[in-house]
């Protein structure tokens, strides 16, 4: 069995959902009473992989809602609970998606093993940051071609180098892309210069001395609300990929040649009869789903039942091929530009 | 399309850098200080109601009993550890040098009581088996579980065990449920609709003095609804007659 750990965009959408799902005792309640609200087993499925293998698995909504991110103590309550529940129900690999693994990680969660009368396994849990690194690579490999973009002679600038994706991302565009230059940009100066020497490349650049240099952008940091971003100083064309969570560069980028990829989501060759990507506001729900997720079905078809993805700083190129090999064998693909929405005037 | 603007007003981690500092300091757990008044006085009562609590539940499986005689053996042993949850609980306080406010606690349990006092008297098994085997003990559990959390020392020891024991207790109603939910599913829905309002309330009524004890009213409400939630999944009940139960403690 695999499992995903998801939750609303808001809690109005919460709220909605949870009366079409015939939750009505959460469904009426405020903001208080969805913060005492245990998760819940949404939804069984079986998939069929393109290889033939049949795996079954379930989404579980964590009852977590954004607007608890000022309450540490609700959200690190709502993640731990939601991974009792999993590994109660013996699933044997789960992605934590969305905010969860965000907050697994932030707030330190690793310190909380026991949970009621469940010790939790690690094992049984994985970020999906591999798969999601991964993807987004691939997305940007295929998609900077299509609008002109050659990689031998582009700039590629990580926003958010520093992290789980963003590094295994700067380390597969080194070794394995053969971009003309990339540019590091992360908050803390620390580890940018320790990944800048571990990969033996890179530059280490502000974000608005990298944006005007760059051809490919590629976002894994959690972006600021404020941030203000004058579009005519960038390249163009230009890909943007937008790998953070939430998804809102496309409100922050619009213009001419400047092309915004939804990053980290994948689609699956076949329907797969299940409601649960409604619920993540997918474009084609019945096919796609973001790569973390998608990395529980994986290590499921694959019988690879492992923390695969864990920590920080821990994806090697070695895991990256493995994923992305199994990914595409079992009938996933990278959503490129042609899957994009239109561009939306806000 | 519509996506794209609401995905515009979610909240960011980044919007929320405070809090995350906040979250990510060395363990923060915050024990209170078991020896001032505030604490002793808030603890008189909590602790009085967790000895009354297990009293009565021994008192309420040794009543079932008379209901099930072919149980009986399994019922006093059940009896039986409440009996020796209370003298735990009892030791917690003497070595807090708190005394019990009792009188309180009595009271605090006086409707819950008199309903299944009522139920027994009637021979509604279903009703006291909610009463005592679900909503108490999912309460007791999840009292304790989060006590476990902020207790002093000793009692956190002694709490651990009996969390163990509460298990058990919430297994034997949950396991007799199961087997005739058939059967009893309307007495089932309708003691819940009675009985869960008095749970929140009762919850209500101790809110502050929990805080005192760093419990707080937020994760002890959570606690119930998953102890909560769990059984009636066991005993059978689906996603959406859940639910509809689970509503009588909104309302």
């Given at each position: 069995?695999?499992?995903?750990?998801?939750?609303?965009?808001?809690?109005?959408?919460?709220?909605?959902?949870?009366?079409?799902?015939?939750?009505?005792?959460?469904a009426d309640g405020d903001l208080d009473v969805w913060c005492t609200a245990p998760p819940q087993l949404v939804e069984n499925v079986e998939v069929k992989s393109a290889t033939g293998i049949s795996i079954e698995g379930s989404y579980i909504d964590s009852c977590f809602v954004p607007e608890m991110l000022s309450r540490f103590k609700t959200a690190r309550r709502k993640v731990l609970n939601a991974m009792e529940l999993a590994q109660k129900k013996g699933i044997n690999i789960t992605a934590l998606g969305g905010f969860t693994s965000i907050i697994f990680e932030n707030f330190n969660l690793l310190q909380h093993k026991q949970i009621r009368n469940?010790?939790?396994?690690?094992?049984?849990?994985?970020?999906?940051?591999?798969?999601?690194?991964?993807?987004?690579?691939?997305?940007?490999?295929?998609?900077?071609?299509?609008?002109?973009?050659?990689?031998?002679?582009?700039?590629?600038?990580?926003?958010?180098?520093?992290?789980?994706?963003?590094?295994?991302?700067?380390?597969?565009?080194?070794?394995?892309?053969?971009?003309?230059?990339?540019?590091?940009?992360?908050?803390?100066?620390?580890?940018?210069?320790?990944?800048?020497?571990?990969?033996?490349?890179?530059?280490?650049?502000?974000?608005?001395?990298?944006?005007?240099?760059?051809?490919?952008?590629?976002?894994?940091?959690?972006?600021?609300?404020?941030?203000?971003?004058?579009?005519?100083?960038?390249?163009?064309?230009?890909?943007?990929?937008?790998?953070?969570?939430?998804?809102?560069?496309?409100?922050?980028?619009?213009?001419?040649?400047?092309?915004?990829?939804?990053?980290?989501?994948?689609?699956?060759?076949?329907?797969?009869?299940?409601?649960?990507?409604?619920?993540?506001?997918?474009?084609?729900?019945?096919?796609?789903?973001?790569?973390?997720?998608?990395?529980?079905?994986?290590?499921?078809?694959?019988?690879?039942?492992?923390?695969?993805?864990?920590?920080?700083?821990?994806?090697?190129?070695?895991?990256?091929?493995?994923?992305?090999?199994?990914?595409?064998?079992?009938?996933?693909?990278?959503?490129?530009?042609?899957?994009?929405?239109?561009?939306?005037?806000? | 399309?519509?996506?794209?603007?609401?995905?515009?007003?979610?909240?960011?981690?980044?919007?929320?850098?405070?809090?995350?500092?906040?979250?990510?300091?060395?363990?923060?757990?915050?024990?209170?200080?078991?020896?001032?008044?505030?604490?002793?006085?808030?603890?008189?009562?909590?602790?009085?109601?967790?000895?009354?609590?297990?009293?009565?539940?021994?008192?309420?499986?040794?009543?079932?009993?008379?209901?099930?005689?072919?149980?009986?053996?399994?019922?006093?042993?059940?009896?039986?550890?409440?009996?020796?949850?209370?003298?735990?609980?009892?030791?917690?306080?003497?070595?807090?040098?708190?005394?019990?406010?009792?009188?309180?606690?009595?009271?605090?349990?006086?409707?819950?009581?008199?309903?299944?006092?009522?139920?027994?008297?009637?021979?509604?098994?279903?009703?006291?088996?909610?009463?005592?085997?679900?909503?108490?003990?999912?309460?007791?559990?999840?009292?304790?579980?989060?006590?476990?959390?902020?207790?002093?020392?000793?009692?956190?020891?002694?709490?651990?065990?009996?969390?163990?024991?509460?298990?058990?207790?919430?297994?034997?109603?949950?396991?007799?449920?199961?087997?005739?939910?058939?059967?009893?599913?309307?007495?089932?829905?309708?003691?819940?609709?009675?009985?869960?309002?008095?749970?929140?309330?009762?919850?209500?009524?101790?809110?502050?003095?929990?805080?005192?004890?760093?419990?707080?009213?937020?994760?002890?409400?959570?606690?119930?609804?998953?102890?909560?939630?769990?059984?009636?999944?066991?005993?059978?009940?689906?996603?959406?007659?859940?639910?509809?139960?689970?509503?009588?403690?909104?309302?």
């Amino acid at each position: 069995m695999f499992g995903l750990i998801g939750h609303s965009t808001s809690f109005e959408d919460a709220k909605r959902k949870a009366s079409m799902l015939g939750f009505d005792h959460i469904a009426d309640g405020d903001l208080d009473v969805w913060c005492t609200a245990p998760p819940q087993l949404v939804e069984n499925v079986e998939v069929k992989s393109a290889t033939g293998i049949s795996i079954e698995g379930s989404y579980i909504d964590s009852c977590f809602v954004p607007e608890m991110l000022s309450r540490f103590k609700t959200a690190r309550r709502k993640v731990l609970n939601a991974m009792e529940l999993a590994q109660k129900k013996g699933i044997n690999i789960t992605a934590l998606g969305g905010f969860t693994s965000i907050i697994f990680e932030n707030f330190n969660l690793l310190q909380h093993k026991q949970i009621r009368n469940t010790s939790l396994e690690w094992e049984r849990f994985t970020t999906g940051n591999t798969h999601t690194a991964w993807v987004i690579c691939k997305q940007l490999e295929i998609n900077a071609p299509r609008i002109g973009i050659d990689l031998k002679k582009a700039t590629v600038a990580v926003i958010g180098a520093t992290g789980d994706i963003g590094s295994a991302v700067c380390r597969w565009l080194i070794n394995k892309t053969g971009i003309s230059e990339l540019l590091m940009v992360a908050r803390q100066q620390e580890p940018l210069a320790l990944l800048q020497k571990e990969l033996d490349g890179g530059t280490v650049t502000s974000l608005n001395e990298a944006l005007p240099q760059a051809d490919i952008v590629v976002w894994v940091a959690s972006m600021p609300k404020t941030i203000e971003i004058d579009t005519d100083n960038l390249k163009k064309p230009c890909l943007m990929i937008d790998g953070g969570y939430p998804k809102n560069l496309d409100e922050k980028f619009q213009g001419e040649n400047i092309h915004v990829l939804k990053g980290g989501i994948v689609e699956f060759f076949n329907d797969i009869g299940w409601n649960m990507m409604e619920l993540a506001e997918m474009q084609n729900p019945q096919r796609e789903m973001f790569a973390c997720f998608a990395e529980a079905m994986i290590l499921e078809f694959e019988k690879c039942h492992t923390n695969f993805s864990w920590g920080r700083n821990n994806i090697s190129l070695e895991k990256m091929e493995f994923i992305g090999a199994a990914s595409l064998k079992h009938g996933f693909s990278a959503i490129g530009l042609d899957k994009q929405p239109k561009v939306l005037t806000v | 399309m519509h996506n794209e603007l609401k995905i515009t007003v979610m909240q960011t981690l980044e919007s929320n850098k405070k809090i995350i500092e906040e979250s990510t300091n060395p363990i923060s757990l915050d024990l209170p200080d078991f020896t001032t008044d505030s604490y002793k006085d808030a603890y008189s009562r909590i602790n009085a109601i967790v000895i009354e609590g297990e009293q009565e539940a021994h008192d309420n499986y040794i009543s079932i009993a008379t209901l099930i005689p072919n149980e009986l053996e399994e019922l006093t042993k059940l009896a039986r550890m409440e009996m020796k949850h209370k003298k735990g609980f009892t030791a917690c306080g003497r070595n807090l040098g708190v005394v019990a406010d009792m009188e309180f606690a009595k009271k605090f349990f006086s409707k819950l009581h008199g309903n299944f006092q009522v139920a027994l008297e009637k021979g509604n098994l279903t009703t006291c088996l909610l009463i005592q085997a679900i909503l108490i003990e999912a309460f007791a559990i999840s009292a304790y579980n989060v006590y476990i959390r902020v207790a002093d020392p000793f009692a956190k020891k002694i709490t651990e065990g009996v969390v163990k024991d509460e298990y058990l207790h919430l297994n034997y109603g949950q396991e007799w449920l199961k087997e005739n939910l058939s059967t009893c599913k309307e007495e089932l829905m309708e003691a819940n609709k009675v009985n869960l309002p008095l749970i929140k309330k009762m919850l209500d009524e101790v809110a502050d003095d929990a805080s005192v004890l760093a419990m707080d009213r937020e994760e002890l409400m959570e606690e119930f609804m998953i102890a909560y939630q769990d059984t009636l999944m066991e005993i059978g009940l689906d996603n959406r007659e859940i639910a509809r139960m689970a509503m009588a403690a909104i309302v």
